[in-house]
T-cell receptor
Framework: KNQVEQSPQSLIILEGKNCTLQ??????????LRWYKQDTGRGPVSLTI?????NTKSNGRYTATLDADTKQSSLHITASQLSDSASYIC?????????????FGAGTRLAVHP | NAGVTQTPKFQVLKTGQSMTLQCAQD?????MYWYRQDPGMGLRLIYY???????DKGEVPNGYNVSRLNKREFSLRLESAAPSQTSVYFC????????????FGDGTRLSIL
């Protein structure tokens, strides 16, 4: 069964520190992998999207990496800010099956403390 | 830009009541989606509409119906609400027919007692 698992479930860091969130998937083959940020009480907002052939994609202080051999992706946040407090969701799109087959991870809840 | 607008934001229902969740987008997008988000689980697709006039079932369609009223609006109806349908419901849209969701609304928090 295709799965997307994220770790840790939750994380607390101090403002200004870096952190890395993990996403392990069993979906194969896949078309792309996307990271979303979801603020409390809001809908998800896309941060990065990578095709299966890409290794890294950046969006400001957010850098996503992809290792298709180990089926792992990570989201690295540099110099964290209080506004980074949110849930981060990894989503994998299988190559077959279309957009209605997207597989969402359960998310990592990040809290940035002053 | 409003993007994707969902109404209502909160709702409490009793078991057996019916309700329609409204969604509208102002980006002239072709595809629209309804997802539900439950604690500890990833978003799950309920129904989607690749273009005006078409709708298809997603992963968890039982207990729900949808209407693509026009290109802008996509509503989700619960005919006889059950406690298992307590969830946060998100509407989303994308420009291309059949594309991945690009923009999400802020959700409707629905509690069924």
């Amino acid at each position: 069964k295709n799965q997307v698992e994220q770790s840790p479930q939750s994380l607390i860091i101090l403002e200004g520190k870096n952190c890395t969130l993990q996403c392990n998937y069993t979906v194969s083959p896949f078309s792309n992998l996307r990271w979303y940020k979801q603020d409390t009480g809001r809908g998800p907002v896309s941060l990065t999207i990578m095709t299966f052939s890409e290794n890294t994609k950046s969006n400001g202080r957010y850098t996503a990496t992809l290792d298709a051999d180990t089926k792992q992706s990570s989201l690295h946040i540099t110099a964290s800010q209080l506004s980074d407090s949110a849930s981060y969701i990894c989503v994998v799109s299988p190559r077959s099956g279309g957009y209605n087959k997207l597989i969402f991870g359960a998310g990592t809840r990040l809290a940035v403390h002053p | 830009n409003a993007g994707v607008t969902q109404t209502p934001k909160f709702q409490v229902l009793k078991t057996g009541q019916s309700m329609t969740l409204q969604c509208a987008q102002d980006m002239n997008h072709n595809s629209m989606y309804w997802y539900r988000q439950d604690p500890g689980m990833g978003l799950r697709l309920i129904y989607y509409s690749a273009s005006e006039g078409t709708t298809d079932k997603g992963e968890v369609p039982n207990g729900y119906n949808v209407s693509r009223l026009n290109k802008r609006e996509f509503s989700l109806r619960l005919e006889s609400a059950a406690p298992s349908q307590t969830s946060v419901y998100f509407c989303a849209s994308s420009a291309s027919g059949g594309g991945q969701p690009q923009h999400f609304g802020d959700g409707t928090r629905l509690s069924i007692l």
